[in-house]
């Protein structure tokens, strides 16, 4: 659901909502199986099916994980988990999940399964959700409530209880990688204060002051107030902790400690490389949700310094300096800074640290204000000012399409000329997708697409075969013998593939159509004596381990034949 399907409504639609959700929330209706009722005033309906465990029932704030299918009246079916084979997880009473959704599960136990029909007004209301739910649909949900962990026993091993004492705003948690800003006190059974700050800030991940605060924070809303009950495993343990500098009170071994904890705030840190070797620390929100993509043009403020503080670049701050411009995917930045504005919204502000990989390597760099050393390590202070993207595909017209994606084409021709095969890829990958969908075309239009597709995914190939990523080589050389049946190119790219894969079967039938297609085609001519070399040196590979393997089978018969012979000589004597 979570990836398929928006479960919740719009906000507009449930501030108009006249409900009496409060009433419902509380209502735990009776049920045996087969029966059917009303939960409170709204006209949600419960159909018991199978019956949970125990008596409890997960609150608001509770982590649940469910399974699910969801049906129009009709029976139509437009969204299930048990479909994909994976569960549903969500927080209950947050508004991450439709009304009907938050109310009635909130009556479940654990193990049940119930049908909740669940009318508009608690659904998708006079909007639906297209083109899946018509306005104004009634829904029937078919669920199993597998699971759910309550959030006051944050670690399931009543190690640490969270009790909330301010709700906080929003839904974002802080993430490993996060800076948090916190206060906190912390007190023994008896009331004793053995640690207090009124403004500490780490790393979720590295923690701060005893485990209990890193665990803590990963469940707090921003501005959350709570009070945790911390186990001695999640405090000082076995041994405790002294008395610090005369301002705090020992900790005794094994003692329980309560700790008022407050998220102020906190700045959100990503990876921009998989490889953690770029990362993005934002240090103010940007507007909306859009992103720079390929080919856009950005406008920065930007201050570049090594490690040790040294600025070597600073535009963008003068009075009447313009900002820092580049566009994406052009090579104009290095690696690292380019991937983490790519990240950036409008008016956001983030450091971002670069490894040598993705910054200037092993070579020295002069810079406007200083020489950056070999295999240094880079912080760039962004602003991003504004951007243009490059023009989507679903903001074009036919004729906007083909060229885009002829231009496309062009410049990934230029950047395999010059070597650059990674990013020759990316634009014949892109050049395909402005075409992608031609169904509106007309007739002679489909033909330039079809041709302009053809060449896209063969040069695309021939990138893929020089970064010996064999398989997507064989994928896209068969796209175009799916449109273009005997295209020779196609057919001798796959073979390649194949024959890098030890597939010979399979690279012997292209190259053999290839030639019955262009009996003097050099080039494949070449690869079949390749071929041919390569089954030969395979063949001898199989008789040699087939013949090691057979010597090693026999011989255990060879040591009986000589034991047996000594005996028989033994006995003649």
Avoid at 19 to 45: F, M, N, R
Avoid at 453 to 473: H, R, V
């Amino acid at each position: 659901m979570a990836d398929d399907f928006d479960m919740e409504i719009p906000a507009e639609e449930a501030e108009e909502m006249d409900l009496d959700l409060e009433d419902d929330a509380e209502s735990d209706p009776s049920l045996k199986v087969g029966e059917e009722k009303e939960i409170g005033k709204s006209g949600l309906k419960k159909k018991l099916v199978k019956e949970g465990e125990k008596w409890d029932t997960p609150e608001n704030g509770d982590e649940v994980e469910v399974h699910y299918t969801g049906t129009l009246l009709d029976g139509t079916k437009f969204d299930s988990s048990r479909d994909r084979g994976t569960p549903f997880k969500f927080t209950l009473g947050q508004g991450q999940v439709i009304k009907g959704w938050d109310v009635g599960i909130k009556t479940m136990k654990k193990g049940e399964n119930a049908v909740f029909t669940i009318p508009p007004e608690l659904a998708y209301g006079e909007t639906g959700s297209p083109p899946t739910i018509p306005p104004n649909a009634t829904l029937q949900f078919d669920v199993e409530l597998l699971s759910w962990r309550s959030v006051k026993d944050i670690c399931g091993d009543g190690g640490l209880f969270k009790k909330i004492i301010a709700e906080g705003e929003k839904w974002e948690k802080p993430k490993d990688l996060d800076e948090v800003y916190v206060k906190y006190e912390v007190r023994l059974e008896d009331g004793t204060v053995v640690g207090r700050c009124d403004g500490a800030e780490f790393t979720v991940k590295e923690g701060h002051f005893c485990p209990a605060l890193a665990k803590a924070v990963k469940t707090m809303k921003r501005g959350e107030k709570v009070l945790l009950t911390v186990k001695p495993q999640y405090g000082f343990g076995e041994t405790g902790r002294p008395a610090s500098d005369g301002h705090h009170a020992a900790v005794p071994p094994n003692a329980t400690l309560q700790i008022d904890l407050e998220l102020v705030s906190w700045k959100t840190v990503v990876e921009v490389t998989d490889d953690k070797k770029a990362i993005k620390k934002i240090l103010k929100e940007g507007e909306g949700y859009e992103h720079p993509n390929e080919g856009a043009v950005v406008k920065l403020k930007l201050i570049g310094k090594l490690q040790d503080g040294t600025v070597f670049l600073k535009k963008g701050h003068g009075e009447d300096e313009e900002p820092f411009e580049f566009k994406t995917d052009e090579e104009q930045v290095i690696e690292g800074l380019e991937k983490g504005v790519m990240g950036m919204k409008k008016g956001e502000v983030a450091l971002i640290t670069i490894s040598p990989e993705y910054a200037f390597g092993s070579s020295e760099s002069k810079q406007e204000l200083a020489v950056i050393p070999s295999d240094s390590t880079v912080c760039y202070e962004v602003e991003l000012v504004s951007f243009v993207k490059e023009k989507e595909s679903w903001d074009m017209n036919t004729q906007e399409k083909i060229e885009a994606a002829g231009k496309k084409k062009e410049e990934g021709n230029t950047l395999f000329k010059a070597g650059k095969y990674a990013r020759a890829s990316k634009r014949y990958e892109r050049g395909v997708k402005f075409i992608e969908y031609d169904s509106s075309f007309d007739e002679e239009d489909k033909k330039k697409a079809k041709a302009l597709k053809i060449a896209c995914n063969l040069n695309n190939a021939a990138c893929k075969l020089k970064l010996k990523d064999y398989k997507e080589a064989a994928k896209l050389s068969t796209k175009v013998l799916e449109m273009d049946g005997s295209n020779v190119k196609a057919m001798y790219r796959r073979a390649h593939a194949y024959m890098e894969t030890a597939d010979l079967d399979l690279a012997e039938l292209d190259i053999k159509k290839a030639l019955e297609i262009d009996p003097d085609n050099k080039e494949v001519k070449i690869e079949y004596k390749k071929l041919k070399e390569k089954v030969k040196e395979y063949n001898k590979k199989d008789a040699k381990f087939y013949s090691n393997m057979l010597a090693k089978m026999l011989e255990p018969h060879k040591e009986s034949r000589k034991d047996a012979q000594a005996m028989s000589i033994d006995a003649k004597a």
